[in-house]
């Protein structure tokens, strides 16, 4: 066998009583394509981490074209080709694309911005990356902003390409345009190692998979030769069943009637333009659309938070059969009315929790108003944080721990089991799964399906269409701000949707390519 | 490949702890720290004076506590510290970044000063001590509201704010001394020593025992307002995460003005002590330093009311401890200056070591080839 491009072998890393990687070995050769797999905390990210010169391992040792070498900054990486595309794009906005590439390069010679948009353009369509140099970074799509950060390690001479999660934030089609760029890279023998928890992903483009769990390094295997089901019963440890038990809608009414919204943030940015849509109790209606399109705001707008410059919110209590406009109240008016709206926001400790406090004290968010005196309780709040631990198996030393200290996972499942128990009669949740493992995530799944069983009204924005085609019963198709299409989930193509996403997207750059 | 071993990996490494340290193990790291700071001020001490550090030591105690006198004095520093040190932590577990204890204190006292001098003759003393209880509190509620104001509706910067208002007070302060003394001395002397009109009552034949149980009561009640009721429980939610109190609901508008309120209102109190119950006069420098001392103590003890007796007893200990040693050994003040600082330098730098962990490079002992 040819020497791997890079090796690992037996590599372990600690932090504190935490063992983040133990004992992992891989390779990946030239021309090979490896996709990492583990669940969320499997230590993945650390072990690229340590590949890539930000951290140091504890124990074993990394090769190199066979020769083992000691990398201590992301420096000696570089020195050693290694180029690693962050989930977080390290870009600055204000610079065009060709300067992002060359920054921070000591390049012997004058700069010359011509040689530098060149060689940019001659790597482009080597491997078939569509970018204009000139253009600046707060003007691009996240593909784009993706891309230079693709070419900012190629400029740099990476032969080892290291991916950590690059389709969270794609549409399908720009996936996979992105695959086709890392199969033409393959053959051109870069060694490639794609970080990833979509199983689908691993199968279409990858050689090899390596598998972690909880650190510990499970096993290689060839693509060829696995399917789905191994997969994932290498990466949890045991076997699992994926599906989601889809039940039709039993005597859907309309609950919350949204009509022609318009939102205008601060900047004076139109986040949402027209957007009109029904929720029906007992059904779940999913949103999809590329991050950023508006989803936030919509939801906010229900909830109360954000102000609306057009439109109403019309909600239908189900125990008076009143209609109440929900437009422009607070969220405690909103509770006042009786309108029982429950809502798990995307951003989980900076929304939906205090991250200091403990479970308890984030339980006691939706009610400590209770009670006549000035004092709050503690006993109900105490009771719900024991039953929610329990029932959804949140890992927590106890009750009384800060939720910043449990991991993501569980801080979900906190913040969804509050919610659910205030017994809505509408329930938004937004990215839900973000960062979840697959067992939390069917569990989160599951509950959903249930509060729909209940007659709840369930808006549950998505990024992963296959799970929304899965889950919902309608999906709105968001795009810009602007409903793209209202679309029936049984009946759904991922393709179809992927294409309304961007609809609208492409109206609006040749809109602004004529002005 | 030997010499390459040896640079390899970093010779410390500093990582946030993933766990909270268990609160044992965190005291038995503050008494280290207290214990090193003791023996590195021996050295200083032995260094720089040449007396023995024992003795030092046992001086410093016996300047709070050699004495029934000084026990007070030592209690009565600790409660107008304290009480200003209560008062700034609503605002801090909001993440308000008050600084302006000092105005706010300085206004309750010249609001309780201009009451003696104005009705010492109209008013009977105890009626008298209730309207300047009730002025110096609504002087240092105003104080703070100002600043309060403008940050619930344009998001102005606190701390600037605060820090402005309190030359506003100093100045406000000197022009009424200036207004008020008729003699050429320009110090405004003790108001009403004939009658003693608007004076706190000595109880007990204590001076100070009035000052020391209004403040004893007060932690308590900081303490059960802060952990225990709704309003409490609003500021954590408001200090934790502005998005998150507006998401359940919360009005984050009126908690910031309702709290700037309560501790104005507190800070003015600790004016009014200090005037009636202290110094029965009104000067500049009043509040000693107290108003920025008292930051220090809240942050020290976490904001926890309780802790903070203990962080404020350390503090006032310190000082009078460091003043006793430098009449009794005639050094100069700056030594004793010195010795504080370093003592509180340990005490501070502790806190590191609890919050953080740090990892030396192993020695590699067996042929690892």
């Known amino acids: 066998m040819a020497t791997a491009a890079i090796e690992l072998k037996n590599i372990s890393k600690r932090f504190g009583s935490i063992q983040a990687n133990k004992g992992v070995n891989l390779s990946v050769n030239k021309g090979e394509i490896l996709s990492l797999l583990g669940e969320n905390g499997s230590g993945k990210t650390t072990l690229m981490n340590m590949i890539s010169g930000i951290y140091y391992p504890d124990e074993g040792q990394i090769f190199i074209d066979g020769e083992e070498v000691v990398i201590r900054s992301p420096k000696d990486a570089f020195r050693y080709n290694i180029g690693m595309i962050h989930q977080h794009f390290k870009l600055v906005d204000l610079f065009s694309a060709a300067e992002n590439i060359v920054l921070g390069l000591k390049e012997e010679g004058k700069f010359d911005m011509k040689k530098v948009c060149a060689r940019v353009a001659e790597i482009s369509e080597r491997y078939g990356f569509d970018i204009d140099p000139n253009k600046k970074i707060y003007e691009m799509s996240v593909s784009e902003k993706q891309t230079v950060e693709i070419i900012k390690v190629l400029y740099r001479g990476a032969n080892i390409l290291i991916l950590d999660e690059p389709t969270a934030v794609l549409t399908p089609q720009e996936t996979q345009k992105l695959f086709t760029i890392l199969r033409r890279m393959r053959d051109d023998g870069k060694a490639i190692i794609i970080i990833t928890h979509k199983l689908h992903e691993v199968l279409s483009l990858s050689d090899r998979v390596s598998v972690l769990r909880k650190g510990e390094f499970i096993g290689t295997v060839k693509t060829a030769e696995t399917n789905e089901s191994e997969l994932t019963e290498m990466m949890v440890g045991k076997k699992v069943t994926l599906d989601i038990k889809r039940t039709d809608p039993v005597d859907p009414v309309d609950r919350l009637v949204v009509g022609s919204i318009d939102v205008i943030n601060h900047d004076g940015v139109k986040v949402l333009d027209d957007v009109c849509f029904t929720a029906r109790s007992g059904e779940i209606l999913g949103i999809a659309g590329i991050a950023g399109s508006g989803q936030r705001e919509l939801l906010e707008c229900i909830a109360g938070l954000q102000k609306v410059q057009r439109g109403k919110v019309l909600y239908n209590n189900p125990q008076t059969g009143e209609e109440e406009n929900l437009r422009d109240k607070t969220p405690l008016q909103i509770r006042q009315l009786g309108v029982r709206l429950s809502f798990v926001p995307e951003d989980r400790l900076g929304m939906g929790l205090v991250s200091d406090m403990d479970i308890i004290d984030n339980m006691m968010l939706r009610s400590y108003r209770k009670g006549a005196t000035a004092f709050v309780e503690r006993k109900d709040p105490k009771n719900l944080a024991d039953t929610i631990i329990h029932d959804l198996e949140v890992v927590t030393p106890s009750a009384t721990t800060p939720v910043r200290q449990l991991s993501g996972g569980n801080v979900q499942k906190v913040l969804v089991g509050r919610e659910i128990a205030a017994a809505p009669t509408v329930l938004m949740v937004a990215y839900p799964v973000r960062g979840l493992d697959i067992n939390s995530s069917y569990m989160i799944y599951n509950m959903l399906n249930e509060q729909k069983k209940k007659g709840v009204a369930v808006i549950f924005v998505g990024e992963d269409l296959d799970v929304l085609i899965e889950l919902c019963d309608r999906i709105l198709v968001i795009g810009s701000g602007k409903v793209a299409g209202i679309v029936e989930a049984r009946d759904a193509d991922k393709n179809e949707i992927g294409l309304l996403m961007t609809k609208s997207d492409s109206l609006q750059e040749g809109g602004a390519a004529d002005e | ?369």
């Open chain 2, 1 to 369: 490949m030997s010499k390459q071993k040896a640079v390899k990996e970093p010779f410390i490494h500093i990582t946030k702890k993933r766990n909270d340290m268990i609160w044992w193990k965190a005291w038995l790291i503050r008494g280290a720290a207290v214990l090193l700071a003791l023996i590195v001020c021996a050295f200083i001490i032995v260094l720089l004076t040449g007396y023995n550090p024992i003795e030092v030591y046992k001086k410093m105690i016996e300047g709070s506590f050699a004495t029934k006198r000084k026990v007070w004095a030592l209690l009565q520093g600790i409660a107008m510290l304290l009480c200003i040190s209560l008062a700034v932590t609503p605002a801090f577990k909001m993440k308000f970044w008050n600084l302006g204890a000092q105005g706010q204190v300085l206004v309750g006292a010249l609001a309780c000063a201009a009451c003696m001098f104005y009705f010492k003759s109209t008013l009977p003393s105890g009626l008298l001590i209730v309207v300047m209880l009730f002025a110096a509190i609504v002087a240092g509620m105003v104080w703070a509201l100002i600043p309060a104001f403008f940050k619930a509706h344009w998001n102005t910067n606190e701390s600037l704010f605060t820090l402005m208002m309190n030359y506003i007070a100093i100045q406000l302060v000197s022009f009424a001394v200036a207004s008020w003394v008729t003699s050429g001395s320009g110090v405004l002397g003790l108001l009403n020593a004939d009658t003693n009109c608007g004076w706190l009552p000595a109880v007990f034949e204590q001076k100070y025992f009035i000052n020391v149980a209004t403040v004893a009561l007060l932690t308590v009640i900081m303490y059960v307002y802060l952990k225990y009721t709704k309003h409490g429980y609003e500021i954590a939610v408001v200090g934790g995460s502005e998005n998150t109190a507006r998401y359940i609901g919360i009005n984050v508008k009126s908690v910031i003005l309702r709290t700037l309120a309560f501790s104005g209102a507190m800070c003015g109190l600790a004016g009014f002590l200090l005037v009636s119950g202290t110094h029965h006069t009104v000067t500049e420098t009043l509040e000693g330093g107290m108003g920025f001392t008292a930051i220090m103590v809240s942050w020290l003890a976490k904001f926890n009311p309780i802790v903070m007796v203990l962080t404020s007893f350390l503090i006032v200990f310190l000082q009078r401890g460091s003043s006793e040693i430098a009449t009794a050994f005639r050094l100069n003040e700056s030594v004793a200056d010195i010795l504080t600082g370093v003592i509180l330098f340990f005490i501070i730098g502790c806190e590191f070591f609890i919050r953080y962990e740090v990892h030396f490079r192993k020695k590699h002992k067996e042929g690892e080839e």
